[in-house]
């Protein structure tokens, strides 16, 4: 993918021919009118990843730059800024290139940078490197997240040293009340924090009059949503197959002192299994399935989409609220979830400004003859 040219003088531009090409994509289905979320036009993602570019005493941050005919022809963009990130990161990048550049111990066979920060200011920088990390990086390392009033954590094959901790908290205001979230290294986290925020308080007003009934989440990640929505609802069970992320949300479930939310370590081929009772076993057990009344199912899947099978199980749900990173699965998902539902409502999240990339919110309700 090229790197983003950022112009905030064509942001507007830029975003109107989005909304068209989704309005027109999605015409067939006759959805609402297209409730469109803006990012800011820079300084959006508040984690990036950069290689390290070596050349004699010198070291920078770059990107490559891939021919489209021919992949394996790449040019080596060096950065010494990047609009994109996060305006923490910016102003980290320089100086930790300084101090890189001031030791032969944190800086030998380093290959990457990876930042990961919040709208608060916290910042975490993991260094990865092509040789095993001893004491003398630990001491220096240590030396420059007091100096730089960062995290550190140190990667090599087979070694991971954490000098403090492996995770920021991230504060969204959402609708007047603040949602704490752990969000840890290498996992998947939103990169932009305000569309992010967008994302939440359309589903939680999508969600709205809920409390008698219950909700059903499908990747539900670190409890992005879970979060959110939680007080929308009555109870609310859901489900992720990554260990680390399940970890997560239960933190950020009691960090937020939710209730009456339970997340259970299970992919959705195995959740929707256990609804038909086709699957057993101790967490199917305690999940209790059959004190819940769910109302709606929120799914956020991958960019993949959902195969048939999901699809299938979700049209069984009086309402749905489907998340998409990828609008050409979404798309052939709504060919089949349109049998049974009708569009209520239809949103642009534009998570990712100055890319084809585009992130859709979609809200389900069944159609009752």
């Known amino acids: 993918m090229p790197i983003p040219i950022v112009d905030p003088a064509r942001y507007e531009q830029e975003l109107e021919a989005k909304r068209e090409r989704i309005g027109q994509q999605f015409e067939r289905f006759g959805p609402p009118e297209l409730e469109v979320f803006p990012s800011p036009a820079s300084h959006y993602r508040q984690r990036c990843e950069f290689r390290v570019w070596h050349e004699g005493d010198d070291l920078f ?3 490559f730059d891939v021919d489209p005919d021919d992949p394996k022809q790449k040019r080596v963009i060096r950065l010494d800024d990047y609009p994109v990130a ?3 990161i910016n102003e980290l990048m320089p100086r930790l290139r300084q101090a890189l550049l001031e030791s032969d111990v944190l800086r030998r066979r380093l290959f990457q940078v990876e930042f990961l920060t919040t709208l608060s200011g916290e910042a975490l920088v993991t260094l990865i490197y ?9 001491e220096e390392a240590r030396r420059l997240q007091q100096r730089l009033d960062i995290l550190i954590i140190g990667r ?3 070694q991971r040293l954490v000098l403090e901790r492996d995770h920021v908290w991230e504060r969204l205001e959402v609708e007047g009340r603040t949602l704490h979230y752990q969000q840890v290294e290498n996992s998947f986290t939103q990169p932009n924090a305000e569309i992010s925020r967008d994302m939440l308080t359309w589903a939680r007003d999508a969600t709205r009059g809920s409390q008698d009934s219950d909700l059903v989440e499908l990747y539900c990640g670190n409890g992005n949503f879970t979060v ?5 609802f009555r109870r609310v069970l859901a489900t992720e197959i990554t260990r680390t992320s399940v970890a997560s949300a ?4 009691a960090a937020n002192a939710i209730g009456n939310a339970v997340v259970g370590r299970m992919s959705a081929e195995e959740f929707s299994a256990a609804l038909k009772g086709e699957k057993g076993g101790r967490r199917v057990t305690e999940m209790a399935l059959g004190e ?7 799914v956020d899947p991958p960019r993949a989409g959902l195969d048939e099978d999901s699809c299938r199980q979700l049209s069984e749900y009086p309402r749905i609220v489907y998340i998409s990173c990828n609008p050409d699965t979404l798309e052939r998902n709504l060919e089949a979830l349109s049998r049974t539902h009708r569009l209520a409502r239809f949103a642009l999240f534009d998570q990712f400004p100055w890319t084809h990339h585009c992130e859709c919110g979609v809200l389900l309700e069944r159609i009752y003859d």
């Open 61 to 63: 941050y770059a990107m």
């Open 86 to 88: 996060s305006r923490r």
């Open 130 to 138: 092509h040789r095993p990390l001893d004491a003398a990086w630990e």
């Open 156 to 158: 090599s094959r087979k």
């Open 228 to 232: 959110a929505l939680a007080e929308n």
């Open 250 to 253: 239960q933190q950020n479930l």
């Open 292 to 298: 819940y009344d769910f109302s709606t199912v929120l």
